[in-house]
């Protein structure tokens, strides 16, 4: 099983990115899957996830009507399409599966003028 994420960087407030998580060894609709992030100093926070039944999407009240989670199953990958950034969406996003037994090595996400 691995999880790779990419698409982190540096924006500017108000920017986007969208970050992409291949996914190998498993298949990305058997599982509840998302992103967590972790900032300088705070422990890691759920951001979204994406039931295995049906697809339905979750969010922290922090992100949510900004960021949007989908999967390419075709690609086997997961994304987090992150609009209207804010300074404190910066931290390190990872991606996960549950039980939360595998993660991503994370990818960067800094928001900043």
């Known amino acids: 099983v691995q999880l790779v994420e990419s698409g982190g960087g540096l924006v500017q407030p108000g920017g986007s990115l969208r970050l992409s998580c291949a996914a190998s060894?498993?298949?990305?609709?058997?599982?509840?899957i998302g992103w967590f992030r972790q900032a300088p100093g705070k422990e890691r926070e759920g951001v979204s996830c994406?039931?295995?039944?049906?697809?339905?999407?979750y969010y922290a009240d922090s992100v949510r009507g900004r960021f949007v989670i989908s999967r390419d199953n075709a690609k086997n990958t997961l994304y987090l399409q992150m609009n209207s950034l804010k300074p404190e969406d910066t931290a390190v996003y990872y991606c996960?599966?549950?039980?939360?037994?595998?993660w991503g090595q994370g990818t960067q996400v800094t928001v900043s003028s």
């Open positions: 996960t599966k549950y039980p939360y037994d595998y």
């Open positions: 060894g498993f298949s990305l609709d058997a599982y509840l």
């Open positions: 994406m039931m295995r039944s049906d697809g339905s999407p």
